[in-house]
């Protein structure tokens, strides 16, 4: 059974600085790995999707990485901004099944 | 604009009573997923559907009920067997298969036994 951890729970950084979120999964055999973000008392966004067969993907000050044979990704964010702020999520999918599997996230609060 | 939308945001209901939480996606996506949130966990699957008419258990089914009549809309039925229903409740949607199987979620409903 797939099982998916994220640590630390909370996190809290200075504006301006570079940080990484991390993400561990026990089972391998991943069709692609997503990280999400929740805002307080609000839906989940997706930030970025990794498939199985890639090692990163970026979109603007993100970057995700995955590592599969040692069942870790993480989410580097440069340049921490306030707006940043929120819950970061990341969930796996397996091969053969339709369902994510989601760890308990990161609450990220960036100090102005 | 296409998205997904949930109603009502909050939800009031009383011990023994059923209440219907409803999702609606105009993204044509053929999956829908609904997912409990408690403080301190991840998201659990209740259930969820990559078809009209068809849908599967997902890890805590137990106490609820979901119907798929029609490709935009997945209600989702807490009844009164669902033991501790206080809980954010968020559909989301997608369609698989196709190598970018991106979820998208809803605003969530936030449900609160009396």
């Known amino acids: 059974k797939q099982e998916v951890t994220q640590i630390p729970a909370a996190l809290s950084v200075p504006e301006g600085e570079n940080l990484v979120l991390n993400c561990s999964f026990t089972?391998?055999?991943?069709?692609?790995l997503q990280w999400f973000r929740q805002d307080p008392g609000k839906g989940l966004t997706s930030l970025l999707l990794i498939q199985s067969s890639q090692r990163e993907q970026t979109s603007g000050r993100l970057n995700a990485s995955l590592d599969k044979s040692s069942g870790r990704s993480t989410l580097y964010i440069a340049a921490s901004q306030p707006g940043d702020s929120a819950t970061y999520l990341c969930?796996?999918?397996?091969?053969?099944?339709?369902?994510?599997?989601f760890g308990t996230g990161t609450r990220l609060t960036i100090i102005p | 604009d296409g998205g997904i939308t949930q109603s009502p945001k909050y939800l009031f209901r009383k011990e023994g009573q059923n209440v219907t939480l409803s999702c609606e996606q105009n993204?044509?996506?053929?999956?829908m997923y609904w997912y409990r949130q408690d403080p301190g966990q991840g998201l659990r699957l209740i259930y969820y559907?990559?078809?009209?008419?068809?849908?599967q258990k997902g890890d805590i089914a137990e106490g609820y009920s979901v119907s798929r009549e029609k490709k935009e809309s997945f209600p989702l039925t807490v009844t009164s067997a669902q033991k501790n229903p206080t809980a954010f409740y968020l559909c989301?949607?997608?369609?698989?298969?196709?190598?970018?199987?991106?979820?998208?979620f809803g605003p969530g409903t936030r449900l609160t036994v009396l």
């Open positions: 993204l044509n996506h053929d999956a």
């Open positions: 969930a796996v999918k397996n091969f053969g099944n339709e369902k994510l599997t």
């Open positions: 989301a949607s997608t369609t698989p298969g196709q190598g970018i199987d991106t979820q998208y």
């Open positions: 559907s990559q078809i009209v008419n068809d849908f």
């Open positions: 089972d391998s055999a991943i069709y692609n």
